[in-house]
Structure formats: C-alpha cells, structure tokens
C-alpha cells in the first residue's frame, strides 16, 4: 500500500463551486497532517496543517479521521486563483521523525 | 517574511559530471530537507539534517548524494558521477522542528543532465 494515496483528479468546477479531495495514508502512527498547494512547475506552498479536531481558514476546511487514516480538504465558493495541484502531506516515524511524505497531489481547475 | 533561498535557479550538466546545490534555509530554523521532483511525478523526499548529521534517508538517497552545512547558513546537495535520470527539480526546504512544523520550500533548482 503506498504512503500517502490521493484521488489525481483532475476535478473541473465552475467558479463558486464547492469541492473536496480526500487523502489515505498508510502509517498509523503518523501525527503530522499538512495541506499543500503547488502551482505548475513551483514550490510546494503550505495551505493549512491539519489538527485532529479539523479546522477552517476561510473558505478551507480540513478534516483527519485517524481511525480511518482519512483526511479531507473542502474547499467552499471556489475562485480561479484556486486552481493548481493540491498536494497531501504525511510525516512517517521514523528514527528522528523527521520525514514528510508527499501524495501525488489532486489537480483543480476552476474555470469562469 | 523569510525564505528558504536556492541557487541555481537552473543547472545544466553532463552526465558523469558533478552537481552542487546550494540553499540557504530560513535563519532560525533547525531542520533541513531535500526534495526532488521528477517531471510530471510527485514530490519525493531524499534527506533530512538535523544538528549537523543526517537523520532520515530514502532509498532514492545512495551513495552518489551526499549532504553538507558547511558554514552556518547554506546547506548543499552533492550529487556525483549524474545520471539522465537526475533530471529534476530539486526543493530545499526547513523548519522549526517536527512535530506539526511545516516546512517552507525554497523556489527550487531545475537540474537537467544532458
């Protein structure tokens, strides 16, 4: 099973559209949850981390359910600038902990 | 606000030559990484530096890579003897520990071994 599993997309949505990507990752003793967006042929850009109880930040919402190795991102009235690759990052334990692990990434394009 | 600085943006080479790629991390951050990402692939993990040493590996990460913080601000990937294979962009990234600390990503060097 790989580390960190993403559905790749791509998902087309209207302007104003609500739209969510899901993310699996393999280690249950991973603790670390991040949300990142990269725009094509760019650095990876931190969107929001992810905290157990799930948090918002504006039109963004993310979700972790560690029962089921599940997270979630949700993003609400979406806008052009939204579109890009929406990358789902995991830390797997290791001797320092220390390693990030990336999905292959959800690509949005948000079209008028 | 702070960056994680790369040079060279780009760097073309030969196969069989050696490649130096230098970043300098944001200054009061204590963990290194380097990423590479082939084109059209995900965002790998190689390396990560923490008080001088390395403390995680990939398997991608053998003997031709090899890390260095040769002063007090830039940290630097070797990669000896490239392949065509190598062709990537590499991403330096730090942060300010490890648990729930992000890391921030320089702009990134596009290697191309020719």
């Known amino acids: 099973r790989k580390e960190v599993e993403q559905d790749p997309g791509p998902f087309n949505v209207p302007e104003g559209a609500t739209v969510a990507f899901n993310c699996t990752y393999s280690n249950s003793a991973s603790q670390s949850f991040f949300w990142y967006r990269q725009d094509c042929r760019k650095e990876p850009k931190l969107l929001m981390s992810v905290y157990s109880s799930g948090n918002e930040d504006g039109r963004f919402t993310a979700q972790l359910n560690r029962a089921s190795q599940y997270i979630s991102l949700l993003i609400r009235d979406s806008k052009l600038s939204d579109s890009a690759t929406y990358l789902c990052?995991?830390?797997?334990?290791?001797?320092?902990?220390?390693?990030?692990?990336f999905g292959k990434g959800t690509t949005l394009s948000v079209s008028s | 606000e702070p960056e994680v600085t790369q040079t060279p943006s780009h760097q073309v080479t030969q196969m069989g030559q050696e490649v130096i790629l230098r970043c300098v991390p944001i200054?009061?951050?204590?963990?290194f990484y380097w990423y590479r990402q082939i084109l059209g692939q995900k965002v790998e993990f190689l390396v990560s530096?923490?008080?001088?040493?390395?403390?995680?590996k990939s398997e991608i990460f053998d003997d031709q890579f090899s890390v260095e913080r040769p002063d007090g601000s830039n940290f630097t990937l070797k990669i000896r003897s490239t392949k065509l294979e190598d062709s990537a962009m590499y991403f330096c990234a730090s942060s300010f520990g490890t648990d729930n600390s992000p890391l921030h990503f320089g702009n990134g060097t596009r290697l191309t071994v020719t």
């Open positions: 530096f923490y008080n001088n040493e390395i403390s995680e």
């Open positions: 200054s009061n951050h204590l963990y």
């Open positions: 990052v995991v830390n797997i334990p290791g001797q320092a902990g220390t390693a990030l692990i």
